[in-house]
């Protein structure tokens, strides 16, 4: 989810954080040179000449009317990305997501197998590209892609297996390469497999119950209900700055939406969809999920503030990249799949 999705975005802050376009200086600022830093520069201005015709079209003895007023223009609040490119995106992936998920559950974890390389491609290159670090991505790929499909297979015990093979393999694989900044590599190679496949992990897990289709169906549903809900009423009544320093698009209101958005779709998911569930663990469920949507999309706004970027790839029109997609997915598939087996069971 990205930044401007919570309320209206402040165009003053984005400006002075990502600094200068590429077509040129921002409008209104001071052009710097010498003809701006001289003491003297506003005594140099030529004066603007006065034209000898009058400007209102009157005869030569008619004073000239007064200049009117004019009103400043209030800006629009806009939602900050192509909607109709978000919107056309959204649905595609949605087919693609419901199809495979209903009719073969083999195909689902290999959506998801995909989703989580081309994530870590995303992240390892924008840490190298901004941050000179170098996490190899190719034990981390195989081993991403390996974790997903232990978790269907073997449940948590297989993801954890696969999860400590991968961070192996990426200390003995940049040990091929020179040993500067071999420390702070690996750290980004382990913390990237942790963050991105074995997080994902947990959705595969979901999957293996009786009914794993609806309780995947369910987390998807609450994740992209709360976003909606944060977008919703932070957009339209957003006033009030959640975490300004981290996100400044997102506001307290909008937080507020979230929660009861996700909490109404949480009640009626765990009511019809999840067998043995009631409403009220919906509540609770919703209410989780709101939190964990939230926290996840701020850790990846801190890591883009950080990396001094607006969006981690540019893969999917409208939304940005894949991981710009699963800032709020990765941390919630733990929470639901933790409370979907405390309240019904694995």
């Known amino acids: 989810m990205s930044d401007s999705s919570w309320g209206a975005p402040s165009q003053a802050g984005q400006a002075g954080y990502w600094g200068p376009t590429v077509g040129g200086p921002v409008q209104g600022a001071v052009t710097a040179g010498p003809a701006y830093d001289a003491p003297e520069a506003q005594q140099t201005r030529p004066m603007p000449s006065v034209p000898d015709v009058p400007a209102y079209g009157g005869d030569q003895d008619d004073d000239p009317m007064p200049d009117a007023p004019q009103p400043v223009p209030v800006p629009k609040k806009t939602a900050g990305r192509d909607l109709s ?20 559950k083999a195909v689902f974890v290999g959506v998801v197998a995909v989703a989580v390389v081309v994530g870590l491609w995303e992240l390892t290159s924008r840490l190298q590209e901004r941050k000179g670090i170098k996490a190899p991505l190719v034990p981390l790929a195989v081993g991403g892609a390996a974790m997903v499909v232990a978790g269907y297979a073997s449940d948590a015990e297989g993801a954890w297996v696969a999860m400590a093979f991968t961070a192996l393999a990426v200390l003995v694989w940049r040990m091929t390469q020179p040993p500067e900044g071999y420390l702070k590599d690996v750290t980004a190679g382990v913390f990237a497999a942790f963050y991105v496949p074995f997080l994902a992990t947990f959705v595969a897990m979901m999957l293996t119950a009786d009914d794993g289709a609806w309780r995947v169906l369910t987390f998807l549903v609450l994740t992209v209900v709360s976003d ?20 400044p698009g997102k506001t307290r209101e909008g937080l507020l939406g979230a929660i009861a958005f996700a909490m109404v779709a949480g009640a009626l998911c765990m009511q019809f969809l999840i067998d043995d ?34 969006d981690m790839g540019t893969l999917l ?20 799949w933790l409370l979907l087996v405390a309240f019904v069971g694995s």
């Open 317 to 336: 029109p409208g939304h940005g990249g894949i991981m710009d997609r699963l800032d709020s997915l990765l941390p919630t598939a733990p929470v639901v």
């Open 277 to 310: 569930g009631a409403w009220w663990q919906g509540l609770v469920l919703g209410l989780a999920v709101a939190g964990s949507a939230t926290l996840g999309d701020l850790g990846e706004s801190m890591i883009k503030r950080d990396l001094g970027i607006k």
């Open 228 to 247: 909606t809900g944060a977008y919703a009423v932070g957009w339209r009544f957003g006033k009030h700055k959640l975490a300004p320093r981290i996100s």
């Open 85 to 104: 490119a978000a919107i056309g995106v959204g649905v595609g992936l949605g087919v693609v997501i419901l199809a495979s998920l209903f009719v073969v």
